[in-house]
């Protein structure tokens, strides 16, 4: 069995354990984990949380927000989807990048993924993390995430390393100062 396996599993029973949904053990921080992972084995990241998320017998309930289907939908709501390719085309890739930043930012994220009332059990399931580089940085949007869920554990699945201060995304980018979150298996 891969490593990655034996840790996937791990993962799926800590998810379901009444100490990682309320946080317990963590000295009282924010119950935000990271699942750190080869960006070479995103295809078997993606097919165990396509089964944990199908899966009706978790002792818990899992909402996942996919950064990119997330990114589309403000996109979407901005009626703008179908014209990303023009502007680029006509005034650059920096030039997107820097409309998109603005336009799709930390808190429009947020926006869309809050929801009223939490309840016990839930369990925030961020995927997409490496889609949506370079427009949302993950470390950036935990931060704006940690005051609208305080309640919930937030499990990111990650493409690269994170080392309790510092994320790296693919394991080759400039890391970036994270310490409030905690490495999870």
Do not use: W
């Amino acid at each position: 069995m891969s490593e990655l396996k034996e840790r996937l599993d791990s993962l799926r029973i800590l998810m379901q354990e009444p100490e990682f949904l309320e946080g317990k053990g963590l000295s009282n921080e924010v119950n935000i984990r990271i699942f750190c992972y080869d960006p070479s084995e995103e295809m078997m990241v993606r097919q165990f949380i396509e089964k944990i998320m199908a899966d009706e017998s978790m002792d818990c309930h899992l909402i996942e927000y996919n950064l990119y289907e997330v990114f589309l939908s403000i996109c979407e709501d901005k009626r703008i989807a179908k014209t990303i390719p023009l502007m680029e085309e006509k005034k650059g890739m920096e030039f997107i990048r820097d409309q998109m930043s603005r336009m799709a930012n930390n808190m429009a994220f947020v926006n869309k993924m809050k929801y009223e009332p939490h309840e016990a059990g839930d369990v925030i399931v961020i995927t997409g993390v490496g889609d949506v580089f370079p427009f949302i940085r993950v470390h950036d949007l935990l931060n704006a995430m940690q005051p609208e869920f305080p309640d919930l554990p937030i499990l990111v699945f990650y493409p690269g390393s994170y080392d309790g201060r510092d994320v790296q995304l693919f394991n080759r980018l400039k890391k970036n100062s994270y310490y409030r979150a905690f490495n999870v298996i």
